[in-house]
């Protein structure tokens, strides 16, 4: 698919795209001796620990006016039209735009990459996607495509309304998805977004199971624009620092990846999707009248063909009983991207001279010691 010149141009004049190389600020919650849960994490205690799964961002700060993006995740690098992944999408709240909703709740499947924006560029990412996935080799007779894209709405900081984000940007960020660390806080769909009344934006994390529990993976990625009561390692936090909802007006929307190689079918994703709810909730999230709160959970423990030769599938999939450990790993890990997005969000000033403040982050630690809940 080719591009002007002169796009590229401007891109590269107005545009910083960040890519997943980028390692996580070196100064997350458990670097300060904050923990949450008690199952372990993996390597990077990112979205990235699952196997195969890539993460894609591009930041775009344009003068004093544009602050948003765009956050890509790649279940697997195949073609993931015809090797579609499964999936489901749970709604905590659903005043969002979430699109690729119902065909995934009706079959289980996911099969484009997930795209997290601002509200007003839903439709731009979908085309994207849609573009992306018609360009496919293998998908020449491809005429329906269902492009899954979630959103928060950034317009206190972004300009929304000018609608900066372009297809090209899209597809800047599934091209540039890679595996290994994630870069957190003021990038991709987390540049301009609000959390807890401070800034917020982008955070991930992950927990991996003992062998004697199957030794899977869980990860978490979050879009954080929402508010409530925050809590940090069960300390009401937001009551320190006097910010909450109702002595503030906080609302917003939270966006909610999960991803784990657990052979799950759709079923049992969904059921896993609540809990990364509760993760939501563990926060002191209160999925508010205006808060589009959405989890996507997929498995990449295996692909269901687009085409077969044969009418059945035959699969191996996780029994129930054998799923309560990775729904403890999906809150937990969901709760600490969540504050994890808080920790390496920066103070940022936007649209008409907006301004929200950064976490005071050393407060909060001190706080916490003080407490017994950091070392």
Do not use: W
């Not at 994703?269 to 609540?274: G, Q, V």
């Not at 799923?323 to 920790?343: D, G, H, K, Q, V």
């Amino acid at each position: 698919m080719l591009y002007s010149l002169r796009h590229y141009l401007l891109a590269g004049l107005f545009c910083c795209s960040v890519a997943t190389g980028l390692a996580q600020s070196k100064e997350r919650p458990r670097d300060y001796g904050i923990r949450f849960g008690v199952l372990p994490t993996g390597p990077l205690n990112a979205i990235t620990d699952v196997p195969g799964v890539r993460v894609g961002q591009v930041t775009i700060r344009e003068g004093e006016r544009v602050r948003t993006g765009v956050t890509a995740i790649l279940p697997h690098a195949g073609n993931l039209f015809q090797q579609k992944s499964p999936a489901a999408i749970y709604i905590g709240n659903g005043f969002g735009k979430l699109a690729g909703y119902s065909q995934v709740e009706e079959l289980g499947t996911l099969e484009t990459p997930i795209v997290l924006t601002n509200t007003l560029s839903v439709p731009t990412a979908a085309d994207a996607l849609i573009d992306y996935t018609l360009s496919q080799p293998g998908n020449e007779q491809v005429r329906s495509v269902n492009p899954v894209v979630g959103e928060t709405n950034d317009g206190f900081l972004n300009d929304i309304r000018g609608r900066h984000v372009t297809r090209q940007h899209v597809l800047t960020a599934i091209r540039d998805a890679r595996t290994g660390a994630v870069a957190e806080g003021n990038v991709g769909a987390g540049t301009g977004t609000v959390c807890f009344g401070f800034k917020g934006g982008i955070g991930t994390a992950s927990r991996k199971l003992p062998t004697s529990l199957g030794s899977y993976t869980v990860g978490a990625l979050v879009q954080t624009n929402f508010g409530g009561v925050l809590q940090i390692a069960g300390m009401p936090a937001g009551v320190e620092l006097g910010k909450y909802s109702f002595k503030e007006n906080l609302d917003g929307s939270c966006m909610m990846v999960v991803l784990t190689d657990a052979p799950l079918d759709a079923r049992n994703l969904k059921r896993l999707a609540k809990r990364a709810f509760m993760g939501l909730a563990k926060t002191g999230g209160i999925a508010s009248n205006g808060s589009g709160d959405y989890v996507i959970a997929v498995s990449t423990a295996y692909q269901i063909p687009h085409d077969s030769k044969t009418p059945t599938d035959t699969l191996t999939l996780l029994r129930n009983d054998n799923t309560s450990a990775l729904f403890m790993a999906a809150i937990e890990a969901t709760e600490e991207a969540i504050i994890n997005s808080l920790f390496a969000a920066k103070t940022m000033t936007g649209d008409q001279g907006h301004r929200i403040e950064e976490l005071p982050v050393q407060r909060v630690v001190d706080y916490l010691k003080k407490a017994g809940q950091a070392r």
